[in-house]
Structures are given as C-alpha cells and as structure tokens.
C-alpha cells in the first residue's frame, strides 16, 4: 500500500507514540480493495483501530475530492455499523473510535442504538444523522422494524462485529446472520469485517459470518501473549478439601495477593459464587470499603457501569465479577487477575486472563485459587493446553425457526417482504443454507395464523399477505408487542430488586424470592438486605444490620468442563506428575493409584465400590457433567432391562455413579455392553422424559417466536408461573392438535443437541467402546469418587445434613489414609 494512503492514521498514531502493526495495515489494505473478512487476534492487541482504519482511511480520501460542505440538517448516509455483542461494550468503542475519527480530521458523527443508548443518540440514529452508529443485535433488529430504515442503510459502507466468537455459538448469532443478510440486500457494496478471539475454528466461523464470500481473508493478529499461570497452591501437611465450589478456605491467600497491587479482578463462575466472595473479603478488607466492588449480570446497569468506571479510573483496587466482564472493555489498569475454581474451559481462562496488563506487548498472568484438590489437575491442564494453543470450537446453530420467524415478523413490519426474495435471502445465511420449501411454508403459515391448531384466534394473526403478494403488518398492537419482545436473550422470571426510598440494585430470580418472608435477609450487589414487602414482580428491599442472609442462586449457573480441557486433565492424570501443581498433590495422586488407578488416555477407568449405604459404580469419561448427567440415563435403562432394578445417579465432569437399589454383580463385559454406542438415541429417548424436557424448553422457544406476548410498557411483568402456565398449555394444544408444528420439532431438537448434547455423547460411547476397560474393587471411596458421592448424597439431604455428613466421611477417610 503506498505510504501517503496511510498518512493521516500514521500522523495521529504518532502523536501518541505509537505505529500501526503490520496486522491492522494488511486489514487496511484488504478493506480499500474491496474486501471482507475475519480477524483473529488476542484482546488488547489494536484490533478496534484494524477494523475502523480502513473505513476512516477511505473517508478522508473521499473528502480530498470533495468540497467538504455538508448541509447541517441533510440525511447523512451512515457510512460504519458497528454490532458489539454487549451494550458496556458500546461506550467504551464509541470513545475509542471518537478519538480516532478525531486525529484524523473528519467531522463523523458517532452514536450509540443499545437498550442503554441516550434519547438523543437514538433519536440521531432513526433520523438518518449519524455516520457511525454502535449498536447491538438486538437494537439492529428493532431498526429493521421500521420503514425508513432501509433507505438510511442502503448507502453502508462497512459494517464490523466485534468479539465475534462470543455471538457464533448462540441464537443472538443466527439473529445477526439474518440482519447481516438482509443489510447485504440493501447495500450490496457493503464490506463485512469480524474481530474475534482465537478459536479452533476459524474457517466455521468465517464461514458463518461470511456465507457470501467464501475464501474470504482471515487475517492472524499479534501473536497471542506470553501468559504465566500461577497457583495458590496448599503448604506442606496443610488440609485441603476433596470437594467444594467455593474456595473460601484460600481468603486470606488471596486477600495478600489482592494487596500486594493496586487494582485486581478476581473471576468466579457463577453469580452466587461472586456475591460470597464479595461478601468474604468485603468482611476482611483493611482499606476504604468502596476500593472494593462487585460485577455480575444481574446487577443493575448503573452499578455495573460504577463498577466498569472505577477499574477505567484506577479508584478501585478489587472488583470481584463474573462473565460479565470477560468481553473486551479496556481496562489498562488491571494489574493481576484472579480465577477462583477452574475455569473451566481453555478459551474462557485466555479470555480473561486477557483482562490483566491489557496493554500491547505486555505479558500475561493468571493466579489460579483451587477451591478443592483436584482442581489443581485442571490449572496443569489449562497450562499444558495453552502451551500446545488447544482451543475450543464453537459452533453456530442451525435451522432456529423460532428466530426466522421473529426476523420474518420484523421484515413484515418494516416495509414487508416477497416470500420468494426473502427465501433466496434466508438460505444465504449458513444458518438456513438447509432451508427446505415446506418448512419455509410452515413458517409462512405460523405467522400469518399460528398454524392449523391456532388459527381460530386472532392474536396469532400477525403478518398478512396483501393482494400484491407482500407480507405485511397492518395491526399496531402487533407492531408494539413485537418491538418489545425483539430478540432472543430470555430473562422471564425475573423479580427486580430495588430499594424501598432509592434506586436500583438488580434482579434475582422469583423462585428464590418466593421462599422468602417479609424480614427475611438476603446477601445481593454486595449488601445485606432485608425483605420489606413483594408486590408487582418487585422485591421492595432495605438495608439490614448485622447478620447473615442467605445467597441467591441463579439457573443455569454450572459450567461443564469443556471436551478439550477434560481429554488433557486425563492425560496429565496419566502423565509424569511433573507440574507444581500435581507435586502439592502427590499424596492424594498416590492414595488414588494405591486404592485403584489413575486416569490415563486409552483407559476407562471404572470402581466398584461397597459402602455402608449400597454398592456404587463410578465411571470416569471425563466428558463433561451435560454428557455424563445422559449417560448415567442411559446406563441405569440399559442395566434395568438386563436386570430389574432401581438407579439412582449423579455426575460431575470426571464422572458419573450409579446406584442400585437392590444388590446386583458386575464384571466388565457387562458394562462394556451398556456402554454400547448402538441405539443411542431410541435407548435415550426412552431412559428420560423427554415430554417434559421439550416442554421446558419450549417456553423459551415460544417466546422468541412470538407466542409469548411481553409484558407492555407500565404493566405489571408477567410471573414465571404465568409464563410456564402460558407456554405450557400452548405446549399441550399443539401437541395434541397440531404435532406436526415446526416450533414442537424444534423443542424436541434444542433437548438433543442442546440439553444431552447427543453429537458429544455419541462420540464419548464411541471413544469408550475403543478404550481398555477394567473393573477396580477398592476397599472405600477414593479420591476421585468422593466428590462423586458426595454429589449424590446432596439430594437426599439438607444443606446443613450434607455439609456435616460429607466434611465427617471427609477426615474419616483423611484418618485412614493421611493426608
């Protein structure tokens, strides 16, 4: 590229010290040719300034041959889209890309179209007056509602999706695949440019972000960072627990390394988790206790963002979060991150290691806090997958009718649609490159009368075919409810949770608020909070002094352990035992050997234990606790035919038990029998009810497809009984008059490949069927079935019954065998 085309970016990187690297140039370059494509590079590395260089570079060429006047009040042609996954992403770019706009010179205006976004910036953005607008899936799709929308966005020059690995793998992707399409339609010049982090597989993901073209360049960024993975391992002879979650034995550790530099994050997985960290060290912290802070998504957007501010500002020394700051906000001033537990997975533990020294060229560091012994063998996994760059998959949904029909609705509103023009459109998304004739009929036919089971009711009359052959939206009421409920994020059963004389704190879900009486306390935003009264899916709240409240829990906290992470925890099982980590657990390691036998790759390992309750058969896939949870289904069927009997089961990410009821023997032909990869699917179906799965997973479904109307505006919110009252007997109208209904298939699809997860577990049958197999009789439980018992027994307990019976088995076992 000649050096004068870059001039204007290079001066203004100049006068802050800085050079373009080669990777955001090539970016340039492909972009003033003409080009799309996929850019693939670590957080922190320049990529906002890669994807925004080229459009800005192109701009001021076009103003050298322009006269530069511009009527104030004329519609301006939005020249740059740019789609960011989360709406505390989109302050962050628009600042950055602000200050970019202004080094060189040009008079863009840039605003923001999130659920977030100001009243003016979304009044710029439906008015046509802005050159670069940010905005999320979600709010694009509310603009393709409206009429006049296309005519603003068919002169788009380049539209760019940030952290595109983090929108691939779920419906919020299929979402943007259809918008990305139909914007194709409007502005077929349009260049197309993704920023992703690594992934194991790229050429999927180009693929789905750019169905149309194919070879598209992928462009490698900086090489991924040098990251250190250090370990809060226990002393010599000090006790650590066989199993837990919450790691609050390591406190005081992690309180000195809190200390020792002047802003951390420390990451949890799950909300709960969060909220008790926040309240341990919040109960030992020897600085200004507003040094300290708390971030998960079911706080309030005004505390998140008080949050988000104070790392960017450098007033807050710790924030403890979860997922919900693992995306790319710019923090430069994050000096260390903390994990607490395992990550979970090799992606998620790189991604928000990323969020320490967000600098570029600066190395990385990750201290690792195991809250039980085991999880050291997952850190010296984690450490031998990033040395070998074994990263996850993600892979993008196919055929969501729910979303194609919700996109259809907001097509029809937004000027209407031909229905064999949008076909041809749809089918060029990879996510409905499979879309066959009938089932876009059925699709046609759901919303224009619901279907043959509800086409006597006219609130599922939404679209219309006029005489012109045009699908179109004519009622209003339906144009505002599906406004409202645009989108594919659920958050039904959501009771908000505010002060009786104040603000906001957040949400928590209406089960757990439910359980609790009026005085009742409760721990939530990092506060002790006392119930007053629950009226309208609002929980009115005061502060409480002193004492304890319980934590809420959120569904769908778990994370399993990912396919690659748990095939290299069983290979450093039955490696040399050379990481740190497996000398502070050398003796457990041994115990485990001495009484059965480690995991290793080629071998399944498997126990037949005799306790004081039953005998107890544990397995060990190392699967992920979603496989295992169906396989120990599948098991318990298969082995009941064989003989009658009563199972009782329960899984982790190493494994699964099983329980029988009554005594039974077993060798290993038997179990290499049940674990037999053939008729995988009509044993499954028949070991679970899958009735009920379907049903639950059809609210979600029916919501985003539209048979769920949203609560509107100053309207009391629509309870979790009500909703599941709701997509419940829309459940058993269709599938008693119209089982044949495309979002019923869907229902019954999502349980399999999402819920049991079927491609995985018909490949860890097979991988077993091809793996030695020997039955071990240890004399007890053993370092890896313990936490497999214990899980078992939580069940059939009370919490406090549980913790005493699980901690005295603990430091009996502890007893026998030393530490």
Not at 230 to 257: I, M, N, Y
Not at 327 to 349: T, Y
Not at 420 to 431: I, K, M, S, Y
Request: net charge positive; with cysteine; proline share 6%.
């Amino acid at each position: 590229m000649p050096r004068g085309i870059e001039a204007p970016l290079q001066a203004w990187l100049a006068t802050r010290g800085w050079k373009p690297l080669a990777f955001q140039r090539e970016v340039w370059r492909h972009y003033l040719a003409g080009q799309s494509g996929l850019l693939h590079t670590p957080t922190g590395s320049g990529k906002t300034l890669a994807a925004f260089g080229g459009p800005l570079l192109e701009a001021v060429r076009a103003r050298a041959g322009d006269s530069g006047l511009r009527k104030k009040n004329r519609v301006r042609p939005l020249q740059v889209l740019w789609i960011t996954p989360l709406k505390a992403l989109a302050a962050d770019t628009t600042r950055a890309l602000n200050e970019a706009i202004v080094g060189v010179g040009l008079d863009w205006q840039v605003g923001q179209r999130t659920g977030d976004a100001s009243s003016r910036d979304k009044r710029l953005a439906r008015a046509g007056k802005l050159d670069v607008l940010v905005t999320t899936p979600e709010s694009l799709a509310l603009l393709l509602s409206y009429p006049d929308t296309a005519s603003q966005l068919q002169d788009i020059r380049a539209v760019i999706v940030d952290e595109w690995h983090e929108l691939l793998a779920n419906k919020r992707g299929v979402l943007l695949q259809l918008c990305l399409a139909r914007l194709r339609t409007l502005s077929p010049a349009m260049r197309t440019w993704g920023l992703s982090a690594t992934l194991g597989n790229l050429d999927e993901a180009r693929e789905a972000l750019l169905p149309h073209r194919p070879g598209a360049p992928m462009v490698a960024g900086v090489r991924p960072r040098t990251l250190t993975l250090e370990t809060l391992r226990p002393k010599a002879g000090e006790r650590f627990p066989w199993s837990g979650h919450l790691g609050l034995a390591q406190l005081a550790r992690v309180l000195d390394k809190l200390l020792a530099v002047p802003t951390s994050l420390v990451f949890t997985n799950t909300r709960a988790q969060a909220e008790l960290w926040h309240q341990a060290l919040a109960s030992v912290w020897p600085e200004d206790p507003a040094t300290l802070a708390l971030h998960h998504g079911s706080l309030s957007p005004k505390l998140r963002s008080e949050a988000e501010q104070g790392l960017r500002e450098g007033t807050l020394r710790c924030v403890v979060a979860t997922s919900s700051l693992d995306l790319g906000v710019d923090f430069p001033a994050v000096d260390q991150v903390l994990q607490i537990g395992s990550p979970k997975g090799i992606a998620r533990l790189l991604q928000r290691a990323g969020r320490a020294r967000h600098r570029p060229g600066v190395a990385g560091h990750v201290v690792c806090v195991p809250t039980h012994a085991l999880e050291l063998v997952e850190y010296a996994a984690a450490r031998q997958a990033i040395a070998r760059n074994a990263i996850e998959p993600r892979h993008a949904p196919r055929l969501s009718l729910d979303v194609l029909a919700q996109h259809c609705v907001t097509l029809a509103l937004g000027g209407g649609f031909s229905p064999d023009a949008l076909l041809a459109e749809v089918r060029g998304t990879q996510a409905f490159a499979a879309l066959d004739e009938a089932t876009w009929r059925g699709v046609l036919d759901f919303i224009t009368r619901g279907g043959s089971a509800l086409e006597r009711y006219p609130d599922f009359h939404k679209v219309v075919r006029d005489d012109d052959g045009v699908y179109r939206v004519h009622d209003r009421r339906v144009a505002l409810r599906h406004r409202l409920s645009i989108g594919t994020i659920t958050s039904d059963g959501s009771v908000q949770v505010r002060f009786l004389r104040g603000g906001r704190l957040g949400s928590v879900e209406e089960q757990f608020v439910g359980r609790l009486r009026r005085g009742d306390r409760f721990q939530f935003s990092g506060k002790l909070l006392e119930l007053v009264r629950l009226e309208d899916m609002t929980a009115y709240v005061r502060l409480a002094k002193g004492g304890d409240g319980t934590v809420p829990k959120w569904m769908g906290g778990r994370m399993p352990l990912s396919s690659e992470l748990g095939r290299e925890v069983e290979a450093v099982f039955g490696g040399d035992h050379a990481a740190p980590e497996l000398h502070a657990i050398a003796p457990l390691l041994a115990l485990q050997a001495r009484l059965s036998a480690l995991p290793a790759p080629g071998a399944l390992l498997c126990e037949w234990i005799k306790a004081r309750d039953g005998r107890h058969l544990f397995l060990y896939p190392f699967a992920g606790r979603q496989v295992h949870e169906g396989l120990a289904a599948l098991l318990a069927l298969r082995w009941g035919r064989m003989q009658a009997n009563t199972f009782a089961f329960s899984a982790n990410d190493y494994g699964l038990v099983l329980s029988p009821a009554n005594p039974v023997e077993l060798d290993a032909d038997t179990l290499r029998g049940l674990l037999s990869p053939d008729q995988l699917l009509e044993d499954l179906t028949a070991s679970l009810n899958l009735g009920e799965l379907a049903r639950r997973q059809f609210r979600e479904i029916a919501r985003v497809a539209g048979l769920l109307p949203p609560s509107l505006p100053g309207k009391t919110p629509r309870s979790l009984r009500q909703l599941q009252a709701s997509s419940g007997l829309l459940f058993d109208v269709l599938s008693q008059h119209d089982p044949d209904h495309l979002l019923l298939h869907q229902a019954r699809r999502e349980v399999f490949s999402g819920t049991l997860e079927l491609d995985r577990l018909a490949a860890t049958l097979a991988d077993c069927a091809q793996r030695e197999l020997t039955v071990h009789r240890p004399v007890s439980l053993t370092p890896l079935s313990f936490p497999l018992w214990a899980e078992r027994l939580r069940g059939q307990l009370s919490t406090e019954d549980w913790k005493t019976r699980v901690q005295r088995a603990a430091e009996q076992l502890e007893r026998k065998y030393g530490r």
